[in-house]
Each structure stands twice: as C-alpha cells, then as structure tokens.
C-alpha cells in the first residue's frame, strides 16, 4: 500500500531564512505525482508545489522548491525568504492510483 | 464561480440523523474528489467522480456514506444514521481532468460536519 510520512509534526522558521519540510513515501507504481499543499487556518488547501514523477528536475515555484529524489522516495519542501504568511500546515501528497496525504508539518514563521 | 464551494460551511446533526454536504466544482472540471480530514490529520480519501460516475469509491467507510453527481457538476455526499465518529472536516476537491498534467486539484474550504 501506498503511505506517505511526514516525520516533522512541527517546525518553526525565523523570518526571511529557509526552511525545509521532510516527506518520504512509499510505492510499487512507477507513474505518480507528488505534491506540497498549504492549508492556512481558513481550511482551504492551497497547491504549492507539484513534480510529476518521470521529471528528474526538481520543481520550482518562486520561493518553494523541492528536492525530490526517486530511489529514496523522498520529497523535500524548501522555502526560502520565508515570510509570516507561510505559516501553515503543510501535506506533502502522493497521487498514483490513489490520493494520499501525509499527516501534515505545522509550520510556525517568527518575526 | 471562480473556485470549488461547499455548503454548508458548517453542519451540526445528532447521532442517527442523515445529513448531506453540497459541492459545486469549477466549471468546466470533470473529476471530482471527495476527503474526510479528522482533526490533526491529512485528508482522507473517500470517492472521486470522472464525470458522472464513481470511478472509484474504495476511501467510503461504509454503506453510511453515499456520494452522487447526477450531471457531471455539482455532488452531494450523503450520510445516513450519522455516528459521533463521522465528526470531521469533508474536503472536495475538483479537477480538470483525472490523471496527467492537468491533474492538479483544487480544494474547496470543507464542512465541519459535528455529530452531537
């Protein structure tokens, strides 16, 4: 079965710095797509980030990134510059042919 | 409207009730998705709709719980004889199409659903 981990329940940045969440997953299929979404107190789950499973090249939005290494089955979230309105729960999500969420970082930006 | 909604924000019910959460995907969207997100937790998946039909609802927990989406649009997830553990946020999520490039989903912002 397909599981997603998210081993950092909490993290905190300061400021402008960077930060980056963990995500490893685990699977026997070889088409998938991983992504990073933010859900804010609001409720509403926002698309960060997405990487399509056959790209080597790691995905690039603005200020996130990810470092996604195939083999380790590991997808990293950095944020750079890191600014108060990221603070957020973040999931890291797995869809192959299923959707699967991990059970999210809660990220805490300092001033 | 420009995003996925869902009505009603909240809902509060007693046990044993029937309940039904509305929602209404971007237009255009053929793939619907349907979560439970229990506090502290990811979403759960629970059904998805490729147009009008089920493809594929192996995440619904029992025969409680029963989604339609007679026109390919708006889906309603319905819930009979509500259980205290039913309590949750229910996420739905549409997308342009199911698989490939255009697979990103968008998240409407849920029904708290409390079963007093």
């Known amino acids: 079965a397909q599981t997603v981990t998210q081993s950092q329940p909490e993290m905190s940045v300061q400021e402008a710095e960077t930060v980056t969440l963990s995500c490893t997953y685990d699977?026997?299929?070889?088409?998938?797509?991983l992504f990073w979404y933010k859900q804010p107190p609001s409720r509403q789950m926002i698309l960060v980030i997405r990487q399509e499973a056959y790209k080597q090249q790691n995905a690039t939005e603005n200020r996130f990134s990810v470092n996604f290494q195939k083999a380790a089955k590991s997808f990293s979230l950095k944020i750079s510059d890191s600014q108060l309105g990221d603070a957020a729960m973040y999931f890291c999500?797995?869809?192959?042919?299923?959707?699967?969420f991990g059970t999210g970082t809660s990220l805490t930006v300092i001033p | 409207g420009a995003g996925v909604s869902q009505t009603p924000s909240n809902k509060v019910t007693e046990k044993g009730k029937y309940v039904e959460l509305r929602c209404d995907p971007i237009s255009g969207h053929t793939a619907l998705y349907w979560y439970r997100q229990s506090l502290g937790q990811g979403p759960e998946f629970l059904i998805y709709f490729q147009g009008t039909g089920a493809a594929d609802d192996s995440g619904l927990p029992n025969d409680r719980f029963f989604a339609v989406r007679p026109e390919g649009s708006v889906s309603t997830l319905k819930i009979q004889r509500t259980e205290r553990g039913d309590s949750a946020v229910y996420l739905c999520a549409s997308s342009l199409r199911d698989r490939g490039p255009t697979d990103t989903q968008y998240f409407g912002p849920g029904t708290r659903l409390t079963v007093l």
């Open positions: 699977t026997s299929e070889s088409d998938y797509y």
């Open positions: 999500a797995y869809r192959g042919n299923q959707f699967y």
